[in-house]
C-alpha cells in the first residue's frame, strides 16, 4: 500500500498544478479536491487524453471511467490532461512529465501517438509507473503497455451486421488508416463473410493521419456513413472515435443500424436520441485496464510490460445493452458459437 496520508487540503495547489500544466500545453479537470505539494507523495492515477478528448463517448470517456474508480476506490487525488490541437511528442512528453513530477503515480498516456512522450518520461521518472493504452513498443521496466484484441470483438460485431442486414451489404468506417484500425476492419469483414459469404462489406477510412481529424469529427464520420447507406448498407461498424458520433447519427437519421465501439454507446448520454439505433457496440474494457494498473500500484505490485485483454480474459466483447440484440436468441446463439470458437482456437481472426 501507499505510505502517505490522503488528507487532501484546497488551496494554492490548484493554482500551481494548473500552471504546470498549461505550460506543457494541456488543460486539466481534477476528480477530487487538490492536496498541498509536498514532494509528490500523496497523489494517484493521472491519465492525459488522446485526440478528441473527454467527451468522446468512446475510448478517452472509458479511460475517464477507469480513473473515476480508482479515485472512489482509493481516496486519493487524481487528475486528467486534455491534448492540444497540433501538439508535438515534446508536447506530450512534457506533459507526462509535469504530472509525475506533481507525484502522480500511475501516470497513463491514453492512445499509441504517446509512445514516443512514454518512453522518455519513463527514463526520466524510473520510480513512477507509467502505462499507455493501445500501444505495445515502449519496452521499459516501469511502463505498462495496456492493449486488446480488437479483431476478436469486432470480429463478432461482423456476426451480428451478417445475421442483421437485409440487404446483404454492410459498412465499416475507420477513422484513421493505421494498423490499430486496421485490426477493427480485419475482425469485422472477417466475422461478416464467416456467417454470410453473400454479403458486401463496404470500408472507408476518414483520414490518414489523426492530426487531419480522423478521431474528432463527426461530421466526417456522418459523410462517410451516409455514402455507404446510399450504398444499401443497412449496418454500419464505426471505429472512428468521435468521428464515430456522426456515423451514429446518420444511421439513425436514415433508419438503419449502427454497431458502437470502445464504450457501450447505447448507454451513452450524449447519444441517447439515436440509442433506439444502435444495435451493440464492440467494447474494450480500457476503464477497467486503467484500473487495474492504478490498483497494482496502489497494492505495491506495479504491472509492466504487455498487459493484454481479449475475448478469454473478458476484457474485449459485444455491449448487450439494446433489448433488440439482446433478445435476439438466433443472433445470440450465432455470437456466442463465434466467441467459444475464438476462444478455443478454432477460429483465428485476422489483424490486418
Known sequence: M???????VAGAATASLALALAACGGTSTSSSSSSSESGGEDKGLAIAYDVGGKGDQSFNDAAYAGLEQAQQEFGYQTEDVEPTEGETDADKQQRLESLAKQGYNPVVGVGYAYAAAIKGASEKFPDTTFGIVDDSTVEADNVADLVFSEEQASYLAGV?????????????????DIPLIHKFQAGFEQGVKDTNPDATVLSQYLTQTAEEGGFSSPDKGKTAAEGQIEKKADVVYAAAGLSGQGVIEAAAANEVWAIGVDSDQYKQEALAKYKDSILTSAMKDVAKAVFNLAKSVEDGKPETGIVKGDLKTGEVGLSESNPVFADNAELQTAIDTAKEKIISGEIQVKSS
Do not use: D, E, L, Q
Open 2 to 8: 501507499r505510505r502517505f496520508s490522503r488528507i487532501t
Open 160 to 176: 451480428a451486421a451478417a445475421k442483421t442486414t437485409k440487404s446483404n451489404v454492410v459498412g465499416f468506417v475507420g477513422g484513421v
